[in-house]
């Protein structure tokens, strides 16, 4: 099992920039793929993006391509989300995820944490 604890959250003018943290308890860290989702106001949670347990896969929601760039420090237990060029519609409460298989990280992964709040302003 492992636990999820997102950190950097925050208000940000559009086009600024914000890192998404993501401390993972545990010593299996490095056997689990990660994720990460967002969920704004009214709307369904949706997957943003996910990270094989040794970084040799990546993946991405069209809309955060080339804006966003999700990484690991396997030593560190923790996942990272760079967020660039913010726009206000990537204003959502920003979740990770885990899961020992990389063909569900994008759809069900078994552990979530709580969430981090992103504003992006106009």
């Known amino acids: 099992q492992v636990q999820l604890v997102e950190s950097g959250g925050g208000l940000v003018q559009a086009g600024g920039s914000l890192r998404l943290s993501c401390a993972a308890s545990?010593?299996?860290?490095?056997?689990?793929?990660m994720g990460w989702f967002r969920q704004a106001p009214g709307k369904e949670r949706e997957f943003v993006a996910a990270?094989?347990?040794?970084?040799?896969?990546?993946y991405y929601a069209d809309s955060v391509k080339g804006r966003f760039t999700i990484s690991r420090d396997n030593a560190k237990n923790t996942v990272y989300l760079q967020m660039n060029s913010l726009k206000p519609e990537d204003t959502a409460v920003y979740y990770c995820?885990?899961?020992?298989?990389?063909?569900?990280?994008?759809?069900?992964?078994?552990?979530w944490g709580q969430g981090t709040q992103v504003t992006v302003s106009s």
């Open positions: 545990g010593r299996t860290f490095s056997s689990y793929a």
């Open positions: 990270i094989s347990w040794n970084s040799g896969n990546t």
């Open positions: 995820a885990a899961d020992t298989q990389i063909r569900v990280i994008r759809t069900t992964p078994d552990y």
